[in-house]
């Protein structure tokens, strides 16, 4: 019995211990999540005003505007940007995300992959850990895995503009970004969306008037500058949605870590109130027991 006790009260200290730890990460994951939640609410209406111009002005122009970055071409070289964390203990964030881009490539990007054209660039370590061995038969870009170390609007600005380049050379035709789009701190939706080319908005069959815009100095030299650099804001975009995904989903999964930690601690305190009470009551028999014995003598 007395090994028993000890036994409960090692896997109470230990049940403590743990979670000290997941309440220490619930607090460091709230205080994140609050700067990661700001940055991506105050990005996102300029970042999808931004996005819905650009492609406004793309679908109503008729003029062949020689922008590389718009040019629909037949996908026969591909490329998916896997944005994950670099952290586990986030309940199933990063698996969500693995499983949009295995979703992405199982059908949009099957024959592409069958013919050896697809690359597979990640930023965060969980998805490259998970995905690199898996899908050996396509050419993997690691160069960028560390890229939430230092999350700045330069720093994935050169990602965004290795992409732009190497879709302008031809070395892909389309480029795909599987992420994490927040929306609250217990809601992160995993999502697959086209970077490149630039999508056209779909006019209504109805609709036959076209909006009548004024370029100024001239349309195809404005564009040629805004393009890249709207394009830039909007993959800055997926990184400030991921990175506030991740907290979001950390802080919501040790908040639940450490309920659970408090309802395992009740039922081994409770566990070890019973052997504990059972172990006097045995020792108070065994003290009347023997005190009978020598009466009785």
């Known amino acids: 019995m ?3 006790l000890k036994e409960v009260r090692e896997r109470i200290r230990s049940v403590q211990n743990t979670q000290q730890i997941t309440k220490a990460m619930k607090m460091v994951s709230a205080a994140k999540l609050r700067r990661a939640q700001q940055a991506i609410v105050q990005m996102r209406p300029y970042a999808s005003k931004l996005d819905q111009m650009l492609r406004n002005i793309l679908s109503n122009t008729d003029a062949d505007l ?7 071409r037949p996908v026969e070289k591909a490329c998916l940007v896997v944005v994950t964390s670099n952290r586990g203990l986030c309940g199933a964030f990063n698996s969500n995300v693995i499983k949009a881009a295995i979703q992405t490539i199982n059908t949009r990007y099957a024959e592409v992959r069958a013919n050896g054209n697809l690359t597979l ?6 998805g490259y850990d998970f995905m690199r061995k898996r899908y050996a038969d396509c050419t993997i870009i690691s160069d960028h895995v560390n890229l939430f170390a230092d999350l700045t609007f330069d720093e994935v600005s050169a990602v965004s503009g290795r992409l732009m380049e190497a879709f302008e050379n031809k070395q892909y035709d389309e480029v795909t970004v599987a992420y994490a789009r927040f929306k609250n701190a217990a809601t992160q939706f995993a999502e697959a969306e086209r970077f490149l080319p630039v999508a056209k ?3 209504a069959e109805d609709d036959k008037m076209r909006a009548d815009y004024i370029f100024e100095p001239d349309m195809e030299g404005l564009l040629s500058y805004l393009v890249p650099n709207i394009l830039h804001t909007q993959f800055f975009r997926f990184m400030l949605d991921t990175h506030a995904s991740e907290h979001g ?3 919501t999964a040790m908040d639940k870590a450490t309920e659970n930690a408090s309802d395992l601690m009740r039922d081994l305190r409770l566990s070890y109130n019973k052997a504990r009470q059972e172990a006097i009551t045995n020792e108070i028999l065994e003290i009347v027991g023997g005190a009978a014995a020598l009466e009785s003598e």
Do not use: Y
């Open 249 to 251: 989903a950390r802080m």
């Open 121 to 126: 660039l990640f930023v965060g370590k969980r």
């Open 2 to 4: 007395a090994g028993n």
């Open 201 to 203: 908005i779909e006019a």
């Open 66 to 72: 020689g922008i590389d970055l718009a040019k629909e």
